[in-house]
């Protein structure tokens, strides 16, 4: 039983790396999605992915490239860090009730602690 | 104007006492709304939909008013174990809006 996980949990970097973030989910659910969370904005959605092969931007999508080869994993990268980027990041996922139905209900993943010095 | 917009608290309530709060939603096109809970340096978790007809689980009430478009939720004889962040959450299309989160703080 899974569900949602997301590697590392924990990540220092420095300013001008590259990194990504894992996301996977064992459940097949058809849309998943990227958030970050910071003080005094709430969640804000990076890119979400309602198939594989199929993503959309966003609210903040800027510095952030993601893929989904497949329908379990949805990495997130950061091309080149910046610290405005540290924050924590969480993957969630999002069942259909039918096909091509919209998202319904998500399961987040525990979240990634991404700090940018 | 936010699209969902909540009361950011915090809310100190004593422990056994009835709490409830609003969250607004500017957008009469949305369709699905939640409310999902929130514990500290945790990921949020579902803690209930919201039906057009208002629904209750347990100790928590959560209802839905499209004219004003606003939903309320409200928790009867709260715990201690209340205590966290409860986000409002939209649902437009393929879109999921998210509130920025209402504390509460249970006291003792």
């Known amino acids: 039983d899974a569900g949602i996980t997301q590697s590392p949990r924990y990540k220092i970097t420095e300013t001008g790396r590259q990194v990504t973030l894992m996301c996977h989910q064992t459940?097949?659910?058809?849309?998943m999605f990227w958030y970050r969370q910071d003080l005094g904005h709430g969640l804000r959605l990076i890119y979400y992915?309602?198939?594989?092969?199929?993503?959309d931007k966003g609210e903040v999508p800027d510095g952030y490239v993601v893929s989904r080869s497949k329908t379990e994993n949805f990495p997130l990268t950061l091309e080149s860090a910046t610290r405005s980027q540290t924050s924590v990041y969480f993957c969630?996922?999002?069942?259909?009730?039918?096909?091509?139905?919209?998202?319904?209900?998500?399961?987040f993943g525990p979240g990634t602690r991404l700090t940018v010095l | 104007r936010k699209e969902v917009e909540q009361d950011p608290g915090p809310f100190n309530v004593p422990e056994g006492a009835t709490v409830a709060f609003n969250c607004t939603y500017s957008?009469?096109?949305?369709?699905?709304f939640f409310w999902y809970r929130q514990d500290c340096r945790k990921e949020p978790k579902l803690l209930m939909s919201?039906?057009?007809s208002g629904n209750e689980d347990g100790r928590f009430t959560a209802q839905l008013n499209r004219a004003s478009q606003y939903i309320s939720l409200l928790i009867r004889d709260s715990k201690l174990s209340d205590s966290a962040t409860y986000l409002c959450?939209?649902?437009?299309?393929?879109?999921?809006?998210f509130g920025k989160g209402t504390r509460l703080h249970i006291l003792p």
């Open positions: 969630a996922s999002s069942e259909n009730r039918e096909v091509a139905a919209p998202p319904d209900t998500q399961y």
């Open positions: 459940w097949s659910h058809s849309y």
């Open positions: 992915s309602a198939a594989a092969d199929i993503t």
């Open positions: 957008n009469s096109a949305s369709q699905s």
């Open positions: 919201v039906y057009s």
């Open positions: 959450v939209v649902r437009r299309d393929d879109k999921i809006i």
